[in-house]
């Protein structure tokens, strides 16, 4: 099992910025991470990527925070941020963590955090 524990978001201006923080956590039944990524779901709308690394830093991003947002990962800690710049009113949204990680029997599942809440005002 993984628990993935979230924090940083909040209320903000719009053009400001914030900082998203996802600690993983393990059980012993857990081989490795592999991606990590997060995801966000406005109000009505479906969830979808806004960015993911790979365990070796391989990063993906959506066009729409492109150059606005950079994600990045401390591997020793399990740990995978999102640095969030010039935040505009629809990145207003619950952003979830996501990691992807193997088990030692070999199987291979995903598993998300709770969300964290960013409201964007404009």
């Known amino acids: 099992q993984v628990q993935l524990v979230e924090s940083g978001g909040g209320l903000v201006q719009a053009g400001g910025s914030l900082k998203l923080s996802c600690a993983a956590s393990t059980s012993r039944s857990i081989f490795s991470i592999n991606d990590m990524g997060w995801y966000r779901q406005a109000p009505g709308k479906q969830r979808e990527l806004v960015s993911t690394i790979s365990s070796g830093g391989s990063t993906n991003c959506a066009a729409s925070v492109k150059g606005r947002f950079t994600i990045s990962r401390d591997n020793a800690k399990n740990t995978v941020y999102l640095e969030m710049n010039s935040l505009k009113p629809e990145d207003t949204a619950v952003y979830y963590c996501?990691?992807?990680?193997?088990?030692?029997?070999?199987?291979?599942?995903?598993?998300w955090g709770q969300g964290t809440q960013v409201t964007v005002s404009s």
């Open positions: 996501k990691a992807v990680a193997a088990t030692i029997l070999r199987g291979v599942y995903d598993y």
